[in-house]
């Protein structure tokens, strides 16, 4: 089978716009027919009534669960520089949110996987003083290799001076004996998927600055966001041999 046409049926989120921009440009044609197309182009991520949209044809989505077709936020080349444009997001947001520099700003980043790993790489060349929380000793070696100090997860309670704490692991490790320990005026930016990893009505009550961070690459790397998701269609396609 040939894939040629695809529909795009939710176009809201205009990553999905850059990627059908990017498909059309690689040979692909685009068509408003569901019906008549060969494949269906959802976002990321992929609602359940977005999947049942696709009416059974062969779907490429972003998270979900959908018998008859891909989920491209399992290619490793998508989701590697995924996490290069979140942590790109992280760092705009950052400056936007600040009246300081970056620049020899305390910086705990909590988890160490890829967009932790992005986000290490990219503010140690603002000069921040960069700490990493994780519990694995493979991560440990590899954030101190890096130039970052390491921290237990244990060691979260103990009093701290943090300007920023950055949260990339997907469940709640900031609960009211981390929050407490924080110092007064630091900024929180959680980047983990629902449900986060801070106890936001302790956060609250404690008047902490808490970012809610997920989605970075749709706020402010549309563009690019939106190109790899096609690069990964295309990847997908030429693997299977679709």
């Keep these: ?8 049926p939710y176009t809201q989120d205009k990553r999905m716009l850059y990627a059908a921009q990017y498909l059309e440009n690689h040979g692909f044609e685009y068509t408003d027919s569901i019906e ?3 494949f269906v182009l959802l976002p990321v991520p992929a609602k359940k009534e977005m999947l049942d949209s696709a009416n059974g044809k062969l779907a490429f989505y972003g998270k979900g669960d959908y018998k008859n077709g891909f989920d491209y936020m399992k290619n490793e080349t998508y989701v590697l520089k995924n ?21 020899g700003s305390k910086i705990l980043i909590i988890g160490y996987g890829r967009i932790a790993k ?9 000069g921040a003083e960069i700490t990493v929380c994780s519990r694995s000793s493979v991560s440990e070696a590899q954030a101190g290799f890096a130039g970052a100090k390491h921290i237990g997860f244990t060691e979260l309670t103990k009093p701290s001076d943090y300007d920023i704490v950055i949260n ?7 609960t009211k004996n981390e929050l407490t320990a924080l110092k007064k005026g630091v900024l929180i930016l959680d980047l983990a998927s629902f449900p986060g990893g ?18 970075m690459p749709s706020k402010y790397t549309q563009k690019t966001a939106g190109e790899i998701i096609g690069e990964a269609v295309i990847n997908i396609i030429e693997g299977e041999k679709l």
Excluded at 83 to 103: H, P
């Design 1 to 8: 089978m040939k894939l040629v046409t695809f529909a795009v």
């Design 36 to 38: 008549n197309c060969d």
């Design 83 to 103: 996490a290069f444009l979140t942590a790109e997001g992280a760092v705009a947001c950052l400056e936007q949110n600040t009246d300081y520099s970056l620049t």
């Design 118 to 126: 992005a986000l290490h790489q990219i503010l140690k060349s603002y």
């Design 168 to 174: 990339t692991v997907p469940h709640i490790v900031l």
């Design 198 to 215: 801070v106890d936001t009505l302790v956060a609250n009550s404690l008047k902490i600055n808490l970012i809610n961070g997920r989605g």
